[in-house]
C-alpha cells in the first residue's frame, strides 16, 4: 500500500510538472510582448498635476517618466523568467538571427528591453567577453511614433479619426456621465480640470508610480486610490480606447495581426525564434480586449503576454500565455472560442478574423492612393525632408 501511494504521489508530481511546462518540444516560435518597469511620473499636464506634492521635487539625475532602478530590476526578472521557461527552446546562446527585438520610442521602454535581453542573454562561454561582465550587447530596432501603427495606434490616423467620432457620439457621453461627481470632485482636489477618464487614467497612474517610489501620498488620494472610485474610471478608459469595433481593430488588432504575422508557419527555420516587443499596458489591455479575455485590471510593470507557436503531430496550434510581473507567474489561458490553452492555428485565426486588420499599415495610413499620412498635393520632397528633420532631429 505504501508503494502504491509513493508511485500515485510520483505519477502526480510528474502530472504537475508536465502541466506547467507542457508541449515544450513542439515549441517552434514566441512573440512576446511586454510592460515597461516602475517609473517616474510623466510631465504636467500628463503626469504630475498642479496640486501634486511631488510637481517640482527633483530625482535626478532621473527626470520624468524615467525608469526607476526598481524597475530595471522587473525587467531584468522578464528575461530571467523567460530563460527559465523556454531555455531548452532557446538553446544557450544568443544570436542574432533567432532574435527580433523592437521597443516604443521612449527612454524607459527601451532601457526595459535593454534589462529583459541582460536576464534572458547572459554570455556564455565563448560569449564571454569579460569576466567581471555577465552582460553582452544585444542591438533592437524602434521607428517613430508617426509610423509606428501597431506600437503606438493611439497615433495612428485613421484611429484617431475614429476616436474623434466616436468621443462625440450620445452613447459615448452618457457612458461619461456615470463619472461626473468624479471628474468635479477631483477637479478640485488636482487644481486642473478634469473632464474625461483619461485625465483620471492619467492620474492613476501618476499615483503608482509615486506609491511604488516610496512616497507618502496626499491624505485625499486614501478614498480614491489604490481601491477607490479612480481605479473603476481607469478601467473605463481601456475599454474606452477600444470603444468601437473599428477602435479595437486598430488598437490591439493591429498588435495582434503583427505578433500573428510573426508567427507565421511559412519558413520557420528562416526566422526568428523570439520575437519581443517593449511596449505599455495600453498595449496588453487592447490585446486582450480584442481576444475578449481582459479581466478588468490593469496589466502591472513588467507584465507580459506570449503568443507560442506549437506543431504536434504536423498541426499547428496558439498558446497565449500571461505573465503577471507582479508576482513572477506564468498563467496558459483559454481564449474564448477555444475549450483549452492550445488552441489549433485555423480556429484561433478564424476566432480573431474580425478583430485584426489584413494590412496594418493600410489600417492604419489608407491605401497608398489614399493615404491619411502622405500629403496628395504641395512639396512632397519638402514634406519628406521635414519628417525626416523631426525624427531623427536633422
Known amino acids: ?28 516560435k514566441i512573440s512576446v510582448v511586454f510592460r515597461h518597469g516602475d517609473r517616474l511620473p510623466e510631465p504636467p499636464p500628463l503626469g504630475y498635476y498642479p496640486n501634486d506634492p511631488y510637481l517640482n521635487t527633483s530625482f535626478y539625475p532621473l527626470h520624468a ?61 565563448k560569449q564571454v567577453w569579460m569576466d567581471e561582465i555577465d552582460w553582452q550587447p544585444i542591438p533592437f530596432f524602434t521607428m517613430p511614433h508617426e509610423v509606428n501603427a501597431f506600437l503606438r495606434p493611439t497615433d495612428c490616423l485613421a484611429y484617431q479619426k475614429e476616436r474623434d467620432r466616436v468621443q462625440q457620439s450620445a452613447e459615448y457621453h452618457k457612458d461619461l456621465l456615470q463619472f461626473g461627481d468624479l471628474m468635479k470632485n477631483l477637479t478640485v482636489l488636482m487644481g486642473r480640470e478634469v473632464n474625461d477618464t483619461k485625465a483620471i487614467f492619467h492620474l492613476f497612474h501618476t ?51 503583427k505578433m500573428l504575422n ?31 479575455s481582459w479581466w478588468n485590471f490593469i496589466p502591472e510593470y513588467s507584465s507580459a503576454i506570449v503568443f507560442e507557436l506549437h506543431e504536434v503531430e504536423s498541426q499547428y496550434y496558439i498558446q497565449v500565455v500571461y505573465y503577471y510581473g507582479i508576482p513572477t507567474e506564468f498563467e496558459e489561458l483559454i481564449i474564448p472560442g477555444c475549450d483549452q490553452p492550445m488552441c489549433p492555428l485555423e480556429e484561433f485565426l478564424d476566432l480573431m478574423a474580425d478583430v485584426m486588420p489584413d494590412d496594418i499599415l493600410e489600417a492604419c495610413l489608407g491605401k497608398p492612393e489614399e493615404s491619411l499620412f502622405i500629403p ?13 528633420r523631426k525624427w531623427f532631429n536633422l
Not at 528562416?270 to 498595449?283: C, F, G, Q, R, V
Open 207 to 257: 499615483l503608482m508610480a509615486e506609491r511604488e517610489m516610496g512616497l507618502e501620498l496626499p491624505e485625499w488620494t486614501k478614498f480614491y486610490f489604490p481601491n477607490g472610485p479612480v481605479i473603476g474610471a481607469t478601467v473605463f478608459h481601456y475599454r474606452a480606447e477600444s470603444y468601437s469595433p473599428l477602435m479595437k481593430k486598430l488598437h490591439g488588432g493591429t498588435f495582434l495581426r
Open 262 to 292: 510573426d508567427l507565421s508557419i511559412d519558413d520557420i527555420k528562416k526566422t526568428p525564434k523570439i520575437h519581443l516587443y517593449s511596449a505599455h499596458e495600453n498595449n496588453l489591455a487592447g490585446i486582450l480586449i480584442a481576444m475578449d
Open 1 to 28: 500500500m505504501g508503494k502504491f501511494f509513493f508511485l500515485l504521489c510520483l505519477l502526480a508530481v510528474q502530472i504537475s510538472l508536465d502541466s506547467a511546462t507542457p508541449y515544450r518540444g513542439s515549441l517552434k
Open 376 to 388: 496628395k498635393d504641395g512639396d512632397l520632397p519638402k514634406w519628406f525632408y521635414s519628417k525626416m
Open 65 to 125: 517618466g524615467d525608469l526607476t532602478n526598481s524597475g530595471k530590476r522587473r525587467e531584468f526578472q522578464i528575461g530571467r523568467s523567460l530563460r527559465k521557461r523556454y531555455n531548452e527552446f532557446l538553446g544557450p546562446y544568443y544570436d542574432p538571427t533567432e532574435l527580433s527585438a523592437t521597443s516604443t520610442d521612449f527612454t524607459r521602454t527601451k532601457m526595459s528591453l535593454l534589462m529583459v535581453l541582460a536576464g534572458l542573454y547572459p554570455p556564455k562561454d
